[in-house]
């Protein structure tokens, strides 16, 4: 669903400026390299998945229709899983909360 409202957002963004007045367009242009960069943090094939909870390892899930780059991003969010130890602090985490409040 974000991907799908990510992407109609910006495209209203661009269909505005087009049918906008000279000075929008400028204001656009001056824009420009903010609206690249949000479209680059919202650009799934940046991130490639999501982490899949609940199983007991590091496992990342993409969507069917990922293209090389999402796969390759998802190969490299995983791996900054396993490196940056997630799975052992979602753990201690869990465990926190469940010693703290008595559930989970």
């Given at each position: 669903f974000a991907e799908?409202?990510?992407?109609?957002?910006?495209?209203?963004?661009?269909e505005e400026i087009r049918g906008a007045g000279l000075m929008a367009k400028l204001g656009a242009l001056l824009l420009m390299p903010t609206l690249r960069h949000l479209g680059k943090r919202l650009d799934v094939r940046e991130y490639g998945g999501a982490p899949l909870l609940g199983v007991n390892g590091c496992c990342v899930i993409g969507h069917g229709s990922?293209?090389?780059?999402?796969i390759a991003s998802a190969i490299?969010?995983?791996?900054?899983?396993?490196?940056?130890?997630?799975?052992?602090?979602i753990r201690d985490a869990l465990a926190k909360e469940e010693e703290e409040t008595g559930r989970v």
């Open positions: 799908g409202l990510a992407k109609t957002i910006l495209g209203l963004i661009r990922s293209d090389a780059k999402s490299g969010v995983t791996v900054s899983y396993v490196n940056g130890k997630v799975l052992d602090q």
